[in-house]
């Protein structure tokens, strides 16, 4: 099934080929640097990856479905086409060769069989959310450990599965838990951080992470941060996860104080948590986000206060050359969903809701099914960086950068030209340890270099953007 | 919390390498969607809550099942079967439908119990429906290898399971070219039938019986099974260790049976060789071996393991422990190998037959790295065998530890077919068989490798799913 029209396009379903959405990114940038590709998307033909085709001028044949393969490729010309159809089947394949070594044994193809060659592991699943649960289930019926990383997973699976985990005393992790650190085993988007008497319970990945950098840059480290899922707390699911990860911080030895981080919970699961928390030998002190409730910044500063700790100052690093504020509002653009709450809340808290201000979350399922997240594919949010500085009334962007295992190599590779050629103010959080892959002051010299004011704290950064647009008015 | 020693990653690639990076050693699962349709249905039933429990006790009490042989009569004796009653391969299949082979066999067995002069006369006898009767060998705890063709007078191997008495039946094995299961119903078809009956079976009965009267131990048909996977047989389509050890085991009572009960030297001698000759005279004992220990998972609500697979030439259908005697049916595939003599592709009809009780309790096919000579069948080589036993773990709860594969460092064969896994990696069970000539009468055309039709492991998986929904709701 091959169209190609005068521009020189090639779109091409491949059904019954199936590659993640993460290789098929690798794949992607592969293609798009090949001689005479002009643009290149390799994809699953789900609805939001056929938007951002027709978006991108691409006509995708309508019976595609999800279960498709679309290659798509602009060119410099059609003699380009065979060459780049190569290259298309070589990055597939090398994207799926892995080293095997001398063995010749064909790996596991579900995660029970993976359990049965590696007793004792604590596995990760960042399969489809359909098909997250079957695979997570493997895991607790092997009684072992398990982190869903994948996202749409339906209520009742996660119910399912957590109630079939709190029989056997598995923790389950997620789903949607994109953050955890398991004895200093760092799994999904993890930052480096140092061993330390603090355990963190996280409804929220990108709060944990904040969290963690924040403690890191004081000094206080972490040795556990079990994410539970953003709905462990709700009614539904009634806080299985959340009461297995207190029990399992409890029983550290190591830990000196517990925090638990979420949005508030629903009011009936809040209190049995709060009464579980009670008979713990281990301290557990709540940082529970919301309108009216200390931010996570603040909640960080309670932890060290606690701990007897210092409060340092939170890094700022000015701009080279700061933007003029011409529009009148904020535009913030997040890869993390609590800490795109978290601004909201403070800018709702301090100028009221109904002014303008807006806030995106490209890690919001809407934005991720069958695509990476905006944490390893920043496409999305640097397409919207641009339309959102052409608006007039644009005063301030407001960005976050999530450092840590699994995140992308090099956000400022891209992040930091497509600043560079704004006028405007741009405030951006960099949560992240300096013992990140990435590191972090790495990433702060490059966003400061191309005109963004970097905070470490959200919170802090999110304040900085309000007083630059109200200090235009 | 103890720093993890391993990590198992299925999804992004990129997570492992995280993991990688920090040096813990990770499993990656070549994870892949499931087949078309399932993604509900695998979840309902990933949610039963009988689920876990059911498979262990379904494994379990397969793997706990020992069978011996404890008799020879006949099929009118043992099954109490009566004139005009026959037992076939299979799912259930009535005469219109029958494929040659199937037709061949029960011509040839109308014929034996002289319900007509001539094979070819039965045609019409069948077609009329009158005093004539079909039905599954299953359905009465029996296999039958092939067409699976049991009348009253044939004589069966009566196995029993020591410990609670269960018996399951199967005739015995009557060579290989033209005979009877495979469709071809000429004289010597018969003439061969007519000397089982007369002399092998009440041979065998006797030397079974003596042995048993002497205070001996029965032969223990699953030990012969430990000992043969060991010697190269995958007790399929290789059975030649066991057909040996057989021997061993009766022929001193075969001889003991020429004083006084009416046999001779010559018939004894006659025996011994037929036996001895045919490599595949076990197989009716491995098989209702197997349908044995099977049979004791049967009916485990909630269980998702198969029991049965099985052929009759034009259906394949399957059996499993949650869903009762329901038969899963799709169209039977052709087999994949070698042809005898000039016969070709063509000539075979699909795939038939009981034995597929072996690859249900993990040998045959599933055995395949412990008998690399098969894998000649379709110009494979002894890697492939390897990766074949190696990839039916990946669609199995468990290893049974009494068979185990030298070659595979003594690895149990993998054991217990799971629907759900079947459905989560697409891998199908993968049977050694023969081919039987598609046109009645022609007998075997050649052996090879066969897998079931997919879309049955779907079926059966949306009826397991119902069953858990129901279950929830009450």
Known sequence: ?473 | MSTPTAVVNVGADLLADAVADQAVPVTRVDWRPPMAGTEADLATVAADPRRREANERALAAMLGVTATLVDVVPASEALGLEAGQFLHAGPPIEWERASGPLRGALMGGAAFEGLVEDPEEAVALFESGSNVSLEPCHHRSTVGPMAGVVTPSMWMFVLEDPATGRRTYCSLNEGLGKVLRYGAYGPEVLARLRWMSEVLGPLLQAAVRAQASAGADPVDVTGILTQMLQMGDEAHNRNRAGTLMLLRDLSPAMVSAIDGRGFDGADVAAALRFIGGNDHFFLNLAMPACKLALDAARGIEGATMVVAMARNGTDFGIQVAGTGDEWFTGPAQLADGLFLGDYGPEDANPDIGDSAITETAGIGGFAMATAPAIVRFVGGSVPDALATTRRMHEITLGENPRWSVPVLEFQGTPTGIDVAKVCRTGILPQINTGMAGKVAGVGQVGAGLVTPPAEIFPQALARLAELAAGGRRT
Request: with cysteine; aromatic share 2%.
């Open chain 1, 1 to 473: 099934m091959t169209t190609a029209a005068p521009d020189h396009q090639h779109v091409e379903l491949r059904p019954g080929a199936y590659a993640d959405s993460v290789t098929l990114l690798q794949v992607s940038r592969v293609v798009q640097g090949l001689a005479g590709v002009v643009a290149a998307q390799v994809a699953m033909a789900t609805p939001l990856n056929v938007d951002v085709l027709t978006e991108m001028g691409f006509e995708v044949p309508p019976q595609a479905g999800a279960n498709d393969l679309v290659v798509a490729l602009r060119l410099a010309s059609p003699d380009a086409l065979a060459a780049a159809l190569a290259g298309v089947d070589r990055a597939l394949l090398d994207a799926n060769r892995r080293e095997e070594g001398a063995s010749t044994v064909a790996p596991p193809r579900t995660t029970a069989s993976a359990l049965r060659r590696t007793p004792g592991a604590i596995t990760v699943v960042s399969v489809p959310g359909a098909n997250a649960f079957v695979e997570a289930m493997d895991a607790v019926d092997a009684g072992r450990d398990v982190m869903v990383f994948s996202d749409n997973v339906p209520l009742e699976q996660e119910v399912a599965l957590k109630r079939a985990a709190a029989e056997r005393g598995v923790l389950v992790m997620g789903p949607d838990c994109g953050t955890a650190v398991v004895g200093g085993l760092g799994l999904g988007f993890a930052n480096v951080v140092a061993p330390g008497p603090v355990g963190i319970v996280a409804a929220s990945g990108t709060g944990c992470q904040q969290l963690l950098a924040l403690l890191a840059h004081a000094g206080v480290g972490v040795t556990s941060a079990l994410g539970v899922g953003g709905r462990d707390l709700s009614a539904a699911v009634g806080g299985l996860a959340t009461r297995e990860a207190l029990r399992r911080l409890d029983e550290d030895p190591g830990v000196e104080l517990i925090v638990l981080v979420s949005k508030p919970p629903a009011a009936e699961v809040g209190a049995e948590i709060e009464a579980y928390a009670a008979t713990l030998a281990t301290p557990v002190q709540l940082a529970l986000l919301g309108p009216g409730r200390p931010d996570l910044t603040a909640a960080a500063e309670a932890v060290l206060a606690r701990l007897g700790g210092d409060v340092p100052t939170w890094p700022v690093d000015p701009p080279e050359s700061p933007g003029r504020v011409d529009g009148t509002l904020i535009r913030g653009l997040f890869v993390g969903g609590t800490l795109k709450s978290e601004a909201e809340l403070i800018v709702g808290d301090a100028a009221g809701a109904e002014v303008g201000h807006t806030f995106v979350d490209f890690g919001d399922d809407e934005y991720t099914t069958g695509r990476a997240h905006p944490m390893i594919d920043p496409t999305l949010r640097l397409e919207h960086l641009v339309r959102a500085a052409a608006d007039p009334a644009t005063g301030v962007l407001l960005l976050d950068v999530v450092l840590g295992h699994g995140a992308e190599p090099d956000p400022a590779a891209l992040l930091a030209p497509a600043i560079a050629a704004l006028d405007l103010p741009v405030v951006v959080a960099v949560v992240g340890t300096d013992g990140d892959p990435q590191g972090r002051d790495r990433q702060v010299e490059a966003l400061v270099a191309a005109g963004a004011e970097v905070h470490l704290s959200n919170a802090g950064a999110t304040r900085r953007a309000l007083e630059l647009v109200e200090a235009d008015r």
